[in-house]
């Protein structure tokens, strides 16, 4: 029969295998503290203007004017962002030319930056048409607009093919 303390650590090796508990908030949170100005792009976006998915995860389309990137990592390192090899976000000193989406794992779910959406010139595109969506807690993000944006449409077929998409852009 394992000891007491054979089953704590069983629990917890468990417990750090398994991906965080996914909370939107947080990650909005973190975001707002800095001032950072984005906009919502991808499954999240959708989920918000009415699509029926699940998603463990939150996209974004950042400002990259000025200081925005450095208070893009100023908030993801407040959430304990990591890129899948475990270093540091990095997200103002990061080729985009090279690099177009940075994909990172938080300790409130997933965060990719997509900088500039394919068949976007990037967040001053989206921003014109973006909408305000109050989802509690204080937080009304800027989420891509359905009408210019099919990724964030709640119709199936509209996001296969949208550059808007996550899995589309990059």
Same mark, same amino acid.
């Given at each position: 029969?394992?000891?007491?303390?054979?089953?704590?650590?069983? +629990?917890m090796?468990?417990?750090q295998?398994?991906p965080?508990?996914?909370?939107?908030?947080?990650? &909005?949170?973190? *975001?707002?503290?800095?001032? @950072?100005?984005?906009? #919502? +792009?991808?499954?999240?976006?959708? @989920? #918000? +203007?009415g699509?029926?998915? /699940?998603?463990?995860?939150?996209? *974004?389309?950042?400002? =990259?004017?000025?200081?925005?990137?450095?208070?893009?990592?100023?908030?993801?390192?407040? /959430?304990?962002?990591?890129?899948?090899d475990g270093?540091?976000?990095?997200?103002?000193?990061t080729?985009?030319?090279r690099?177009?989406?940075?994909? #990172?794992? $938080?300790?409130?779910? !997933? @965060?990719? *930056? /997509?900088?500039?959406? %394919?068949? $976007?010139?990037?967040?001053?595109? &989206?921003?014109?048409?973006?909408?305000? !969506?109050? /989802?509690? !807690?204080? #937080?009304?993000?800027? @989420?891509?607009?359905? %009408?210019?944006?099919? %990724?964030?449409?709640?119709?199936? =077929?509209?996001?296969? $093919?949208?550059?808007?998409?996550? $899995?589309?852009?990059?």
């Amino acid at each position: 029969r394992p000891t007491r303390r054979a089953r704590q650590e069983h +629990v917890m090796a468990r417990k750090q295998s398994q991906p965080p508990r996914f909370d939107p908030y947080a990650i &909005l949170k973190a *975001l707002e503290r800095e001032r @950072v100005a984005y906009i #919502l +792009v991808g499954a999240f976006a959708r @989920v #918000l +203007v009415g699509a029926d998915e /699940i998603t463990r995860g939150v996209d *974004l389309t950042p400002s =990259t004017r000025g200081d925005n990137l450095e208070r893009v990592d100023r908030a993801m390192e407040a /959430i304990g962002a990591r890129r899948p090899d475990g270093r540091e976000p990095n997200v103002q000193g990061t080729d985009y030319s090279r690099e177009p989406r940075v994909e #990172l794992a $938080t300790d409130h779910g !997933q @965060v990719k *930056l /997509i900088p500039e959406p %394919a068949g $976007t010139r990037g967040y001053d595109d &989206l921003r014109r048409d973006a909408e305000r !969506q109050p /989802i509690g !807690q204080g #937080l009304r993000p800027s @989420v891509a607009s359905p %009408a210019t944006s099919p %990724a964030c449409s709640p119709v199936p =077929t509209a996001r296969k $093919t949208s550059p808007y998409c996550s $899995t589309c852009a990059g």
